[in-house]
């Protein structure tokens, strides 16, 4: 038998549900107070407000955290189609600093995807609207669904 993608609406209420799902079971995404404020099939939007206990020792955000929501936006987006995927793979280009009291999106895109790959560009702005990090990921799919 072989696997269809969904399209139009039912995809679309399929990424809901799949995010709805990986969100519940992401205790990382939900301690750094990240919130998913979008997603469809292959994309996702997902925000967070930088807090003073997220700068590091030269007093910006670290680099680490950063990282941590362009790598959620990333999962959100690449296991939107009910496909259990992992990342194999994953740069950073950090290209300003953010602050404590900034609020950071991460806006991740789906570039490429075969049965079993992914690659995803995930690009997190500030609150003005400026790039602060260009994020690329490599997806791998695992056996398995993202929700029931």
Known sequence: MEETTPTGPE?????????????ERDRA?????????????GWARVSMSVREDMTNG???????VV??????AFAFACNSYNE?????????DFLQAAHAGDTLV???RE??????NGIYEIV?????????ALFRGRSYRIDGQVAE
């Not at 030269?58 to 680490?64: A, K, L, S």
């Not at 990282?67 to 959620?72: G, K, N, P, V």
């Not at 570039?111 to 079993?116: D, E, F, H, I, S």
């Open 67 to 72: 990282f941590m929501l362009a790598d959620s």
């Open 124 to 132: 997190v702005c500030n609150q003005r609207n400026e790039r602060l």
């Open 58 to 64: 030269h007093g910006v955000c670290h680099g680490g």
């Open 29 to 41: 995404s939900q301690s750094f107070g990240m919130s998913l404020s979008a997603v469809r099939p």
């Open 106 to 108: 991460a806006e991740a």
């Open 11 to 23: 995809a679309q209420r399929l990424a809901e549900r799949c995010a709805a799902a990986l969100y």
């Open 84 to 92: 259990a995927t992992v990342a194999a793979a994953a740069a950073i």
């Open 111 to 116: 570039l490429w995807r075969t049965r079993r």
